[in-house]
Nanobody
Framework: QVQLVESGGGLVQAGGSLRLSCAAS????????LGWFRQAPGKEREFVAA????????YYADSVKGRFTISRDNAKNTVYLQMNSLNPEDTAVYYC???????????????????WGQGTQVTVSS
């Protein structure tokens, strides 16, 4: 089992940047594919980005491709989401999640992630 704690959210103006971090407990961090999801008010939770166990494979939602970058540091038990060129449509609570089942890839499906953090709020003002 792994526990996840997100940080780095906040208020930023459109066009700005933020870097989210998600720190994980436990010694088996490298055995999980990791994902970032977000949920805006009144909307369903949606996929943002994911990274494989080794970090060699990454996946992005079309809406963030070219603006967001996911990365992980297995030595620090941390996954990051660098968000650039933010716009008001990126406003949401951002969650990181861990999937123990994928060996060499990462899923874009919410239902495949077993462990979730509590979320961090990102607000982008226009």
């Amino acid at each position: 089992q792994v526990q996840l704690v997100e940080s780095g959210g906040g208020l930023v103006q459109a066009g700005g940047s933020l870097r989210l971090s998600c720190a994980a407990s436990g010694r088996t961090f490298s055995r999980y594919a990791l994902g970032w999801f977000r949920q805006a008010p009144g909307k369903e939770r949606e996929f943002v980005a994911a990274v494989s166990r080794s970090g060699s494979s990454t996946y992005y939602a079309d809406s963030v491709k070219g603006r967001f970058t996911i990365s992980r540091d297995n030595a620090k038990n941390t996954v990051y989401l660098q968000m650039n060129s933010l716009n008001p449509e990126d406003t949401a609570v951002y969650y990181c999640a861990a999937d123990p089942s994928r060996l060499y890839s990462a899923s874009t499906l919410l239902k495949e992630y077993d462990y979730w953090g509590q979320g961090t709020q990102v607000t982008v003002s226009s």
